[in-house]
């Protein structure tokens, strides 16, 4: 009787070893896999990371068939050295040079019987103007144009008695210079044989050219010294006498190892970009350090390799197509 008792004691007690020793074996069991989870995690999160690093460097790259860019006047250049150039910004006029302006006087007094020409109209060296009786000899005499160019002014008709001052004025419009206004503080720093960009007020006639000289005079009005630069004007260029223009005069000049066109410096994202062109029609943005800039070049320190292909002109297209990419990235 006590030995069965006691048995019937012991099974309950078992029965509860049993089961704790079963949940310590399920504990350690599943261990491992809360492990594996957080594994699995990192390994989705480290993928979604250079997901995020490949689709940013993709945003940094554009593509743009090469008929395409060439319609759009998307210019480039190779990498290499260049002149950074310390320039000075003056504005001034168009006029006609000394020896391109002619008056035309009558010789001898008396009555005008002719005029032969107008204003605007185009005459030769030695062509008839007008046409003069002297008042001495009675006989009629013509008055010539000692230059060829275009009628400015006219200050005649017939019957008019002559006088002392011109009949006609005549201009050779292809002979003209820019007159540049030098204010006190830049005396001494514009001399003969300096380059000038002589550029109009449209932004798009631009003519080389080199000061000639700086009269020793100035102005009374505008208290500017005058700087004269002799232009060659281009058939059917805009420029007339009278029209206001900017200049550029070149100070000094410096070579340096990598320069670019000062337009194709760009800003994206905050940084300072070139564009450069990788593949036929693929073009990336090069971050880049910027040193002396010059008139039409800025020099790059750091950022490019000589020999590169990179966009000289109408870069912010290629800064736009990128916008574009970002934008739908974005989306």
């Known amino acids: 009787m006590n030995t069965f008792r006691m048995k019937l004691a012991a099974a309950p007690i078992a029965l509860i070893l049993a089961l704790g020793l079963s949940g310590c074996g399920a504990g350690e069991a599943e261990q491992p896999t809360a492990e594996a989870g957080h594994e699995e995690g990192e390994e989705s999160h480290a993928e979604g990371e250079g997901g995020h690093a490949e689709e940013e460097s993709a945003a940094e790259r554009v593509t743009i068939p090469a008929a395409s860019a060439e319609a759009s006047g998307i210019g480039v250049s190779t990498?290499?050295?260049?002149?950074?150039?310390?320039?000075?910004?003056?504005?001034?006029?168009?006029?006609?040079?000394p020896a391109a302006r002619a008056e035309v006087h009558a010789p001898y007094p008396g009555p005008v019987r002719a005029v032969t020409h107008n204003i605007g109209d185009i005459v030769q060296r030695g062509q008839?103007?007008?046409?003069?009786?002297?008042?001495?000899?009675?006989q009629t005499y013509s008055i010539v144009t000692p230059i060829s160019g275009v009628v400015l002014e006219r200050q005649t008709n017939i019957g008019d008695v002559t006088s002392e001052e011109p009949l006609f004025v005549v201009g050779d419009l292809t002979r003209l210079q820019a007159e540049l206004n030098v204010v006190t503080r830049d005396i001494g720093r514009v001399a003969s044989g300096q380059s000038v960009l002589i550029t109009g007020l449209d932004g798009a006639t631009r003519i080389e050219a080199r000061i000639a000289s700086v009269l020793p005079t100035a102005d009374a009005h505008s208290q500017t010294l005058l700087a004269r630069a002799p232009l060659t004007i281009p058939q059917g260029s805009p420029l007339r006498p009278g029209m206001a223009v900017r200049a550029s005069v070149v100070l000094t000049e410096q070579q340096v190892p990598i320069a670019v066109a000062r337009e194709a410096v760009q800003t994206l994202e905050g940084r300072t970009v070139v564009f450069v062109r990788v593949s036929e029609d693929t073009y990336e943005a090069r971050p880049v350090t910027l040193g002396r800039a010059g008139r039409d070049t800025v020099e790059i320190p750091a950022g490019l390799t000589p020999g590169e292909i990179y966009v000289s002109e109408n870069a912010f297209l290629v800064k736009a197509e990128i916008g574009k990419g970002s934008a739908s990235h974005d989306h």
């Open 79 to 97: 990498v290499g050295p260049g002149a950074i150039q310390e320039t000075l910004n003056l504005t001034g006029r168009i006029m006609l040079q």
């Open 128 to 138: 008839t103007l007008a046409r003069v009786e002297s008042a001495e000899s009675l």
